[in-house]
């Protein structure tokens, strides 16, 4: 029992999951309905499905940022792309004479996801062709993308009316929100390609050291463009979601610091920054700690202005919790438990 609870408090999970439990632990306070579900028209409503279903924009890029960073390397054009796909997707449908029409819908989205597919060539390409760093290679389209942006939406703020497009940020099926159903499709998808695969470990390999990995045979460049290429893929799905959720292509809005929350989501989910071993389970913790932080904020009646500080102070406290300090102290506490129930076997 004491080895489990020692595992248990080890776990690069724990502190995140210790800090989703106390983020609903203050909501419950704060709104003893926090928890309730209802049904209205077939459809679920309440904190925890507006917490999924809000939270999906930011799980999707973060899964497409977990595998960049697994590589040691950062994408910091998410945001960008995002604006991006949304102002190709809204430009389409408005330049349509029927915007409802499925087809029209369709081919908005599959063109908005090829450009979301150039993006992460490009990106892919600075990266491993030119050996550009990557926090350089992104920033460079991260700056020019929302300009790219405000060229397809010619500077305006696009509105569009197309149901069928609604649909994908606030439409339901069966009961649950589509943005959770496509935010799960995405995160399994990833899963499946990752878990104990060649692929999974050619991503560890690359991040724990490049040069072994290149001296080993491994061709880093195509899985560079890989990632990057799913990264900026995850990041137009996401554009699209959040774009047909205000029924609106704001250039300047748009994606507006979902970097940081991917970035944030990954961080405390315990992948580090320096690459090498990922989690994806951790990523998707993360997601639900920076969605509910931000629902907790209006609970509680804090001023939305202050999200960013109480985003800050939770990744500082996750981040100092995970620390090899931190870590040393709990290897060193279980090692004393550890002797202790010996001493107690012993004895008995």
Same mark, same amino acid.
């Given at each position: 029992?004491?080895?489990?609870?020692?595992?248990?408090?080890?776990?690069?999970?724990?502190?995140? &999951? =210790?800090?989703?439990?106390?983020?609903?632990?203050?909501? &419950?306070?704060?709104?003893?309905?926090?928890?309730?579900?209802?049904?209205?028209?077939?459809?679920?409503?309440?904190?925890?499905?507006?917490?999924?279903?809000?939270?999906?924009?930011?799980?999707?890029?973060? &899964?497409?940022?977990?595998?960049?960073?697994?590589?040691?390397?950062?994408?910091?054009?998410?945001?960008?792309?995002?604006?991006?796909?949304?102002?190709?997707?809204?430009?389409?449908?408005?330049?349509?004479?029927?915007?409802?029409?499925?087809?029209?819908?369709?081919?908005?989205?599959?063109?908005?996801?090829?450009?979301?597919?150039?993006?992460? /060539?490009?990106?892919?390409?600075?990266?491993?062709?030119?050996?550009?760093?990557?926090?350089?290679?992104?920033?460079?389209?991260?700056?020019?993308?929302?300009?790219?942006?405000?060229?397809?939406?010619?500077?305006?703020?696009?509105?569009?009316?197309?149901?069928?497009?609604?649909?994908?940020?606030?439409?339901?099926?069966?009961?649950?929100?589509?943005?959770?159903?496509?935010?799960?499709?995405?995160?399994?998808?990833?899963?499946? /390609?990752?878990?104990?695969?060649?692929?999974?470990?050619?991503?560890?390999?690359?991040?724990?050291?490049?040069?072994?990995?290149?001296?080993?045979?491994?061709?880093?460049?195509?899985?560079?463009?890989?990632?990057?290429?799913?990264?900026?893929?995850?990041?137009?799905?996401?554009?699209?979601?959040?774009?047909?959720?205000?029924?609106?292509?704001?250039?300047?809005?748009?994606?507006?610091?979902?970097?940081?929350?991917?970035?944030?989501?990954?961080?405390?989910?315990?992948?580090?920054?320096?690459?090498?071993?990922?989690?994806?389970?951790?990523?998707?913790?993360?997601?639900?700690?920076?969605?509910?932080?931000?629902?907790? =904020?209006?609970?509680?009646?804090?001023?939305?202005?202050?999200?960013?500080?109480?985003?800050?102070?939770?990744?500082? =406290?996750?981040?100092?919790?995970?620390?090899?300090?931190?870590?040393?102290?709990?290897?060193?506490?279980?090692?004393?438990?550890?002797?202790?129930?010996?001493?107690?076997?012993?004895?008995?």
């Amino acid at each position: 029992m004491s080895a489990l609870l020692a595992r248990m408090f080890t776990s690069r999970l724990f502190w995140p &999951v =210790v800090m989703l439990l106390v983020l609903f632990l203050i909501n &419950v306070i704060a709104f003893p309905g926090f928890f309730a579900i209802s049904i209205r028209d077939g459809n679920l409503y309440g904190s925890i499905i507006d917490i999924l279903r809000n939270g999906a924009p930011t799980l999707i890029v973060a &899964v497409g940022m977990t595998l960049v960073i697994a590589t040691r390397g950062i994408d910091l054009s998410v945001g960008a792309v995002c604006a991006i796909s949304g102002a190709v997707a809204c430009s389409i449908l408005l330049g349509a004479s029927d915007p409802a029409d499925p087809g029209v819908v369709a081919i908005a989205i599959l063109t908005a996801l090829l450009v979301g597919l150039v993006c992460g /060539l490009w990106n892919g390409l600075l990266v491993s062709v030119f050996g550009i760093q990557p926090i350089i290679a992104t920033l460079i389209l991260m700056t020019a993308g929302r300009g790219v942006a405000m060229l397809i939406t010619e500077g305006q703020i696009l509105t569009v009316t197309s149901p069928p497009f609604k649909a994908l940020g606030s439409g339901f099926w069966l009961g649950v929100p589509i943005a959770i159903y496509i935010a799960a499709i995405v995160f399994v998808l990833a899963a499946l /390609l990752t878990r104990r695969t060649a692929l999974g470990l050619l991503i560890e390999s690359v991040g724990i050291n490049p040069e072994a990995s290149r001296q080993a045979g491994v061709r880093s460049r195509g899985l560079l463009f890989a990632v990057y290429t799913f990264c900026a893929i995850c990041a137009a799905v996401a554009g699209l979601i959040l774009t047909a959720n205000t029924m609106a292509a704001d250039a300047n809005n748009t994606g507006l610091f979902i970097e940081l929350d991917a970035i944030l989501a990954v961080v405390i989910g315990g992948t580090s920054l320096a690459g090498g071993r990922y989690s994806l389970a951790g990523t998707l913790v993360g997601a639900l700690v920076i969605q509910t932080l931000v629902t907790t =904020v209006y609970t509680v009646g804090i001023p939305p202005i202050a999200t960013m500080v109480f985003k800050a102070a939770v990744v500082t =406290v996750v981040c100092l919790l995970q620390s090899p300090t931190t870590n040393e102290a709990l290897s060193g506490w279980r090692r004393r438990l550890s002797a202790r129930a010996g001493k107690g076997l012993a004895a008995a």
